[in-house]
């Protein structure tokens, strides 16, 4: 399943190969842009590495919480929540794929208090044209994924994650509509004991 596969993509450990094009946003001020909203939804295009695409909508609550919703026809769901990351594919008929969350990059964002100066998982900080990008990827268990968190300024505002494969190139991109934060969200959103049962 292609989807979301930054949770799980084994990756070699890459250093950042950014141009200097652009003053960099720093750490301290993409952590207090997560920390000014406990909420928030979007919609999302993904653009996959063979080309293919597919949309839905991403529900956020931190600490620990998210939820992707694929369009239809795709019935793909990925749910955070419980401290545990769920991918339920529309092929799979034994129920979801589980990993805990604390060892995925979307930890650092879905944390109660947002600190990417002192996460672990931060192993890169860059730009790329205008944007700046940060590198997630947790250095004890690579094979559990490595994603670019692409951020423009002014506002700072959370743009676009990419995918990385084996080999550090990038794959699957999933670009966020604006962010509308302050929501509020059902706790079933990121029930993933109930999600099972409706599926």
Known sequence: MKHLRFLLVPVLAVSMALPAAAEKISLK???NYFNSFSTAQSRFSQVNADGSKSSGNMFMQRPGRARFEYDKPDDTL????????AIFDQKSNTGPEQYPLNRTPLSIIL????NLGGARMVVGHGTRGT?????A???KNPEYGSIDLIFEAN???LIEWI???AAGNAG???IFGDFKTGVSLPASLFNITLASRER
């Open 155 to 157: 506002p700072t505002r």
């Open 172 to 174: 699957t991109r999933v």
């Open 111 to 114: 944390a109660k208090n947002v």
């Open 137 to 139: 990827q947790d250095p």
């Open 163 to 165: 995918i990385n494969d």
């Open 131 to 135: 944007d700046t990008v940060v590198r």
């Open 78 to 85: 990925v749910i955070a929540g419980g401290s545990q990351v």
């Open 29 to 31: 001020e993409i952590s």
